[in-house]
């Protein structure tokens, strides 16, 4: 009989610990060296792990790898020139409007000094001019990351086109590399399918949040509610923080345009929106599998957006997942897994830890007394 012991995740200090860090630090350095690089790369094969099911799914039904590949990239360029006249025509209708938004935050801003100083508060000293000149760095910043994302965005569709052609024979090469070892080919399978279901649902998800965002926008009457549901979409793959940042525009317009009762209920209308998405829909979906604790996505934010600038804090949550899962995948490293994972996966270990040793403690109880009644199972 093959007694199995559980360790759900056995820590093994080595001695060479600090070789082992000095390594990471160059490698981590060498990322961040190669970002303009690898951004755009990073980006295309997430991309194509949200793409390959739909070539799969079109290649059951008789339609050729080619075709299948070029549709899908025929849509993205659609979309990305949807998104570039979308977020080109919204710049330059906000810039024209800056002095009257100016205008009117100065109206509120007195509004809200006045009645807080009817409260009984101290007299406050009002703010006493806007610096419409101050808007124009953030203009020129703001063009020029549009033009970086254009640039990179003919290296990533590029990139992407090969990644998917090449994404068919990918299985018989890996089966060539691990033939012999299909635990390990196993393990990289495990690994892309829990990328994959996350960044689909995450993707349809965050579809969803920009759309009920756009729509709620719409009916309130705030300025530009179509780029406000994108940057939604876009930054709800930022972790925590980002649907937080994709509310500020929307918020403050609210408050420019209508005042701060509009501004409460256009906030309402956000949180009622995101903490539906994020703590219902999400995990019903996902399930336990993917999930990482909100100090790890927290982090993991910080690191991967320092790393790599915006994309990293984009993919960080991804990127996360993959260490994770690659973690949790051998068993010397499942303790990493557990360590990155949410509190209640760690409960679920433990229970099923504490579930295997009661049923070896009733199997090593059952041998003793087998033996003290001399090979005879105890009478019921």
Same mark, same amino acid.
């Given at each position: 009989?093959?007694?199995?012991?559980?360790?759900?995740?056995?820590?093994?200090?080595?001695?060479?610990?600090?070789?082992?860090?000095?390594?990471?630090?160059?490698?981590?350095?060498?990322?961040?060296?190669?970002?303009?690089?690898?951004?755009? +790369?990073?980006?295309?094969?997430?991309?194509?792990?949200?793409?390959?099911?739909?070539?799969?799914?079109?290649?059951?039904?008789?339609?050729?790898? $080619?075709?299948?590949?070029?549709?899908?990239?025929?849509?993205?360029?659609?979309?990305?020139?949807?998104?570039?006249?979308?977020?080109?025509? %919204?710049?330059?209708?906000?810039?024209?409007?800056?002095?009257?938004?100016?205008?009117?935050?100065?109206?509120?801003?007195?509004?809200?000094?006045? $009645?807080?100083? %009817?409260?009984? !508060?101290?007299?406050?000293?009002?703010?006493?001019?806007?610096?419409?000149?101050?808007?124009?760095?953030?203009?020129?910043?703001?063009?020029?990351?549009?033009?970086?994302?254009?640039?990179?965005?003919?290296?990533?569709?590029?990139?992407?086109?090969?990644?998917?052609?090449?994404?068919?024979?990918?299985?018989?090469?890996?089966?060539?590399?691990?033939?012999?070892?299909?635990?390990?080919?196993?393990?990289?399978?495990?690994?892309?399918?829990?990328?994959?279901?996350?960044?689909?649902?995450?993707?349809?998800? %965050?579809?969803?949040?920009?759309? !009920?965002?756009?729509? $709620?926008?719409?009916?309130? @009457?705030?300025?530009?509610?179509?780029?406000?549901?994108?940057?939604?979409?876009?930054?709800?793959?930022?972790?925590?923080?980002?649907?937080?940042?994709?509310?500020? /525009?929307?918020?403050?317009?609210?408050?420019?345009?209508?005042?701060?009762?509009?501004?409460?209920?256009?906030?309402? @209308?956000?949180?009622?929106?995101?903490?539906?998405?994020?703590?219902?829909?999400?995990?019903?979906?996902?399930?336990?599998?993917?999930?990482?604790?909100?100090?790890?996505? +927290?982090?993991?934010?910080?690191? $991967?957006?320092?790393?790599?600038? /915006?994309?990293?804090?984009?993919? %960080?949550?991804?990127?996360?997942?993959?260490?994770?899962?690659?973690?949790?995948?051998?068993?010397?490293?499942?303790?990493?897994?557990?360590?990155?994972?949410?509190?209640?996966?760690?409960?679920?270990? !433990?229970?099923?830890?504490?579930?295997?040793?009661?049923?070896?403690?009733?199997?090593?109880?059952?041998?003793?007394?087998?033996?003290?009644?001399?090979?005879? /199972?105890?009478?019921?």
């Amino acid at each position: 009989m093959n007694k199995q012991h559980y360790r759900p995740a056995p820590f093994t200090p080595r001695r060479n610990i600090l070789p082992s860090l000095a390594s990471l630090v160059i490698v981590i350095a060498g990322i961040k060296a190669a970002e303009a690089i690898l951004v755009p +790369f990073l980006l295309a094969m997430f991309l194509a792990v949200i793409c390959y099911p739909v070539i799969l799914f079109l290649g059951r039904r008789g339609v050729p790898v $080619w075709i299948g590949v070029l549709f899908l990239v025929a849509i993205m360029i659609l979309m990305e020139m949807a998104l570039a006249n979308l977020i080109g025509s %919204s710049f330059t209708s906000f810039t024209q409007n800056v002095p009257h938004y100016q205008q009117r935050l100065k109206v509120v801003y007195f509004d809200i000094v006045k $009645w807080l100083e %009817s409260r009984g !508060l101290e007299k406050i000293d009002p703010l006493t001019d806007f610096d419409p000149s101050s808007i124009m760095p953030i203009a020129a910043t703001t063009l020029k990351q549009l033009g970086g994302l254009v640039k990179n965005t003919f290296f990533v569709l590029v990139t992407l086109i090969f990644i998917l052609f090449e994404a068919g024979g990918i299985s018989a090469k890996l089966q060539a590399i691990f033939f012999g070892r299909e635990k390990s080919l196993g393990d990289y399978a495990t690994i892309l399918q829990g990328i994959n279901r996350f960044l689909g649902i995450k993707t349809i998800t %965050s579809a969803a949040t920009g759309i !009920l965002v756009a729509a $709620w926008l719409i009916i309130l @009457g705030v300025d530009f509610p179509l780029l406000w549901g994108v940057v939604a979409f876009l930054l709800n793959y930022i972790p925590t923080i980002g649907s937080i940042i994709a509310s500020i /525009p929307a918020l403050l317009l609210a408050l420019v345009q209508s005042g701060p009762a509009e501004m409460g209920i256009c906030a309402a @209308g956000y949180l009622v929106i995101n903490i539906t998405i994020s703590n219902f829909i999400e995990p019903r979906f996902m399930g336990d599998g993917v999930g990482l604790s909100a100090l790890v996505v +927290f982090l993991s934010m910080a690191f $991967w957006g320092w790393v790599l600038g /915006p994309a990293g804090m984009l993919l %960080s949550v991804p990127l996360t997942m993959a260490v994770k899962i690659a973690a949790g995948s051998h068993e010397h490293t499942r303790w990493l897994a557990i360590l990155l994972g949410s509190n209640a996966e760690a409960h679920k270990v !433990l229970k099923k830890a504490h579930a295997i040793r009661k049923r070896e403690e009733r199997r090593k109880r059952a041998a003793t007394r087998g033996k003290a009644t001399g090979g005879q /199972p105890p009478v019921s």
